[in-house]
């Protein structure tokens, strides 16, 4: 077994969710016969953006994660910021393919909640020394 727990399955629930994301992608692609862009589709956009974000935060999401979990982080403390991590990518998706603003704003809240502290506790535990 791994050395990182919460890190290993927070990238594991990550990569099952990049794919949930991904084939709805593909699948409308195939649909409407559109292999670059969104063809002016708003559905397509919308799953486009879904998936565009979530594979713009997660894996730094991920890395700060794992790099908190490596370096000793406190249990609790990391899979605090697991949940935060996945919770937070959910609601987004869940927003950008609903059209629901406060979906979105509560995913990235999570999300930004999650980097910050997990760049916290990494500047504090090099300030320490």
């Known amino acids: 077994m791994t050395g990182l727990p919460v890190s290993s399955l927070s990238a594991a629930l990550a990569a099952v969710t990049l794919v ?15 292999s670059v862009g969104d063809g002016g589709d708003e559905g397509l956009r919308r799953r486009i953006r879904a998936q565009g974000n979530f594979i713009e935060y997660a894996p730094m999401v991920l890395i700060v994660l794992a790099l908190v979990e490596a ?4 249990p609790p403390v990391l899979w605090t910021l697991g949940v935060l991590l996945i919770a937070g990518r959910w609601l987004h998706a869940a927003g950008m393919l609903r059209g629901s603003q406060p979906l979105r704003g509560a995913g990235m809240l ?3 909640a999650c980097l910050l502290g997990g760049a916290a506790l990494l500047t504090a535990r090099f300030a320490a020394g």
Request: charged fraction near 20%; charge should be positive.
């Open 110 to 112: 999570c999300t930004f």
């Open 20 to 34: 949930a994301l991904s084939l709805p992608v593909s699948f409308k692609r195939m649909e409407l016969k559109v």
């Open 71 to 74: 370096g000793g982080g406190p």
